[in-house]
């Protein structure tokens, strides 16, 4: 029988530990921690991320700063709004939401972050630390990916993991923090040979190549842990994830569901990164 990973539930959890810290940490330095947001142009997905971001920080006690650009910005204008968040002490974290519009050069605005308020976790810095397995802020999603298999105390170490998927945001960080939780890990994309049978080997499967349901039973090992990071909208337009999970549930010994498992724990994750970044400073 499958264990359903409730990441809400984890999350609910993390949130209210954060709460306590963030006001303990308001009141013993008197000053606000600040999170700034920043949103270019009218992706309708960025668009409610975005707000549940805000949301997020205004229940954790984080202040947060949104910046709404039209379609139209101008790179110079991004730019200088971004270098202006950089000078700014109230704010401890900048986020700019991914992705801009066409037109805009994202990495050349990402550069303009310090890695100190990097709190996605983007920057070469931040990327290099992880892979030393120093004190570095970690992309969000990956980062919430682990505390769920610690929340639920599933073992790592030793463990076969398969990451699908090499983005920068979530496949290559996902791959990074599980080698340095000691797990062997393999990372397959769309050019891997024999993807079925490399999935099928996996203890752990991480599935994030954003295509819906694409995770079928004879990709998964029985007694599987099978992680959905996929948010994607199905042939009648309900979300669902990477993963069939009607298909595959049966197989795994825990699985995420889409929506609320690794969702909430993102934007933990981004509360989090900010927390630290402001104890850090
Ligand atoms: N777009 C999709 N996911 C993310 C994320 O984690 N951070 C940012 N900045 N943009 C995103």
Same mark, same amino acid.
């Given at each position: 029988?499958?264990?359903?990973?409730?990441?809400?539930?984890?999350?609910?959890?993390?949130?209210?530990?954060?709460?306590?810290?963030?006001?303990?940490?308001?009141?013993?330095?008197?000053?606000?921690?600040?999170?700034?947001?920043?949103?270019?142009?009218?992706?309708?997905?960025?668009?409610?991320?975005?707000?549940?971001?805000?949301?997020?920080?205004?229940?954790?006690?984080?202040?947060?700063?949104?910046?709404?650009?039209?379609?139209?910005?101008?790179?110079?204008?991004?730019?200088?709004?971004?270098?202006?968040?950089?000078?700014?002490?109230?704010?401890?974290?900048?986020?700019?939401?991914?992705?801009?519009?066409?037109?805009?050069?994202?990495?050349?605005?990402?550069?303009?972050?310090?890695?100190?308020?990097?709190?996605?976790?983007?920057?070469?810095?931040?990327?290099?630390? %992880?892979? =030393? !397995? #120093?004190? $570095?802020? *970690?992309?969000?999603?990956?980062?919430?990916?682990?505390?769920?298999? +610690?929340?639920?105390?599933?073992?790592?170490?030793?463990?076969?993991?398969?990451?699908?998927?090499?983005?920068?945001?979530?496949?290559?960080?996902?791959?990074? %923090?599980? =080698? !340095? #939780?000691? $797990?062997? *890990?393999?990372?397959?994309?769309?050019?891997?040979?024999?993807?079925? +049978?490399?999935?099928?080997?996996?203890?752990?499967?991480?599935?994030?190549?954003?295509?819906?349901?694409?995770?079928?039973?004879?990709?998964?090992?029985?007694?599987?842990?099978?992680?959905?990071?996929?948010?994607?909208?199905?042939?009648?337009?309900?979300?669902?994830?990477?993963?069939?999970?009607?298909?595959?549930?049966?197989?795994?010994?825990?699985?995420?569901?889409?929506?609320?498992?690794?969702?909430?724990?993102?934007?933990?994750?981004?509360?989090?990164?900010?927390?630290?970044?402001?104890?850090?400073?």
């Amino acid at each position: 029988m499958y264990k359903i990973i409730d990441g809400k539930k984890i999350a609910a959890t993390l949130r209210e530990k954060l709460k306590d810290n963030v006001l303990k940490f308001r009141t013993e330095r008197g000053r606000e921690i600040g999170l700034a947001v920043v949103l270019v142009g009218n992706n309708p997905a960025s668009q409610v991320y975005v707000r549940n971001k805000i949301k997020a920080c205004e229940e954790v006690g984080i202040k947060s700063f949104a910046y709404y650009l039209p379609e139209n910005t101008s790179q110079s204008a991004l730019e200088e709004l971004i270098v202006g968040l950089a000078a700014d002490d109230g704010v401890h974290g900048i986020l700019l939401q991914l992705p801009l519009p066409d037109g805009l050069d994202s990495a050349k605005a990402l550069k303009l972050i310090p890695e100190e308020k990097d709190v996605d976790g983007f920057s070469a810095f931040n990327i290099g630390n %992880l892979c =030393l !397995n #120093a004190t $570095a802020s *970690v992309a969000c999603t990956p980062l919430g990916v682990m505390k769920m298999l +610690e929340y639920e105390g599933i073992e790592v170490n030793g463990k076969r993991a398969v990451v699908l998927g090499r983005s920068n945001i979530v496949g290559k960080p996902m791959a990074m %923090l599980l =080698l !340095n #939780a000691d $797990a062997t *890990v393999t990372v397959c994309h769309s050019k891997t040979h024999n993807l079925e +049978e490399e999935c099928r080997r996996a203890d752990i499967l991480v599935a994030a190549v954003g295509r819906a349901k694409f995770v079928k039973q004879e990709m998964v090992k029985e007694g599987a842990v099978v992680i959905d990071v996929g948010m994607n909208r199905d042939e009648n337009g309900k979300l669902c994830g990477d993963v069939d999970f009607e298909n595959v549930k049966d197989k795994c010994s825990y699985i995420t569901p889409v929506p609320g498992g690794v969702g909430p724990m993102t934007i933990t994750m981004l509360l989090y990164n900010t927390y630290c970044a402001a104890v850090r400073r």
